[in-house]
């Protein structure tokens, strides 16, 4: 009986990683660029790389506290900001809105490191579920052959 197995595939802003049964294939994202195939045996590791959010998250959350400090005049027996609350609020709440979405990109996207014989490869901003996926299947795969 015929395998119906199916092909993994991850793809990424600057290409995409294919894993067939002895190979992986490279595909560049350019539009003449030639897929590259190579063998397991070449492989030495394939990596899932994560960013760390905490940079990003504790701007956002500071920012948009330092934004509702100002807004609300919350500090009023320290300090007055009637005059310029509005500005800080409005430029508070837009850095916080901007660390909030690279927090975000940084958790639903990874980069996938392919270290091989010849150098490495990295596909970068590949959907960490995609990405989980082709290396578990990697691994059973290259303990396979």
Known sequence: MPSTE???T?????GSISLS????QLNDAGPSSQPHRIAY?????????????VPFAT??????VVALIAKFNLIWFIVDLNRVGFVISSV???VGLICA?????????VNVLVRHSEGPVVVRLVPARSARRLAEKFSELSAGS
């Open 6 to 8: 199916k092909q993994v």
């Open 10 to 14: 991850c793809r990424g802003v600057n």
């Open 21 to 24: 049964r002895d190979a992986i």
């Open 41 to 53: 045996h070449d492989i030495s590791a394939v990596i899932v790389q994560r960013k760390s959010v």
């Open 59 to 64: 701007l956002a959350i500071l920012t948009t």
């Open 92 to 94: 508070g709440f837009g």
């Open 101 to 109: 979405v690279v927090t975000g990109l940084r958790l639903l996207f």
